[in-house]
């Protein structure tokens, strides 16, 4: 849960290790996804090794991994290839089902949570790891905006109604009706309000009470599903009407007898009363066979076997785009590594800075004595002016070094430069 992902990285920046009480850790976060596990931990680059050992000791401590029980189940990646992973699975490509969307709002919780513990130990107010989620919910977004990862029903309840062609502007006409009594029916009622949550719908189940047992489970998913109404297999001849457009089947073997008798005494009794261009949508396992009165009728019956369809097309549009999304996802990896290699130059800036100010003061309390005839005003004037001069030559220093047109070895070969010929560090 998110409470205990929390936990988890919050006890392993207070973890004290064994026999030394440094702790190498900058930042760390903890995000569960796809059933892993996963620590995003940021360290000094001298200190890596360490940071492992520390984030090692943590978890067999604190899930209770004896010490022979070796480390098979921890992958373990660092660099690009680590910052290229969180991108990755916020985009969906790491997820079972490709483009998942439910993921990108598990990497913004861990965000969020970054960013309200604070959990920076640095003292220099640089959050890599905070910097590293917030560039994920953005690829993530970028991804999905860009490509068709996300796009198209990849569930059969979902596909169903991506069959049935709801139309998604303007006032719809007529209803919707389902037909079912278990978890299908469930799973159709919430994808039909989540998508259409304007729209007229009625649940026909075993039973009344089934239905609304059905109706209260899928309002607590989503709020407009609390606005169909209930009815029992038995109404069901007498309440399809004539604005019904859109019927879904989803008959399960529990009630299955039951639901089909009431289906196939609708359409001999009720046949009439189903309009041209009405659609029927379903998705029962095996279908209903009793349909050909209506098809000659114009009214369109769509099977489970043409769901399944859709989905293995939906599915291959996906495949098709994970290469484009793998291709921003690595621009977007190879971005963040320069910015984080900047952040190596800070410390040497800093550095420079406080020496340029030293030598600043130090030349200006040798000059003091020339200028003891100067007013106040004038001695001011004269401060400011040293101050500008030094920040003037240091100002092209910092540019260089902070060019967001660098690659990563620019970037690391400008940094050295800066150190060596500034003797810093």
Known sequence: SEEQCSRYSQGLLRYEYPGDSARPLME???LFANGRLEFYLAAPETQRSEALKFASSFLRNHFGIAEEVPNSHVVIKSGKEAVKHLFEVASGLRSPVLGEVKILAKVKACYDRSIAHGSSDSGSGIKPIT??????VRTGKLVRTCTSISKGAISSYAAAIEVASIPTQGQVEGSA????????ARWLLIHLARQHPDLSVRLFASSEDAAQEIIREAASAVEAAGATSPCGASELPYMVADDCRWLFLSVEDDARELLVRAVERTVQDKSERFQRGCKIVDISEPSLDCFD???RKGVAIHTAESVHEVVSKNLALRKNEAERASLLIAQQAGDFEVWLCSQGAFPYLQELQLRAEEIRKDESSKIAPKLKGFHHQDKEAVDIMTKALVAKLLLPVMHSVRDPEDTTS???EKIMALKNIFKLG
């Open 177 to 184: 009706c389902i037909v079912g009594d278990g978890p299908t």
């Open 28 to 30: 760390a976060a903890c």
């Open 293 to 295: 009165c209506l098809e």
């Open 410 to 412: 620019e970037k690391r």
């Open 131 to 136: 910097k590293l989620l917030n560039a994920g």
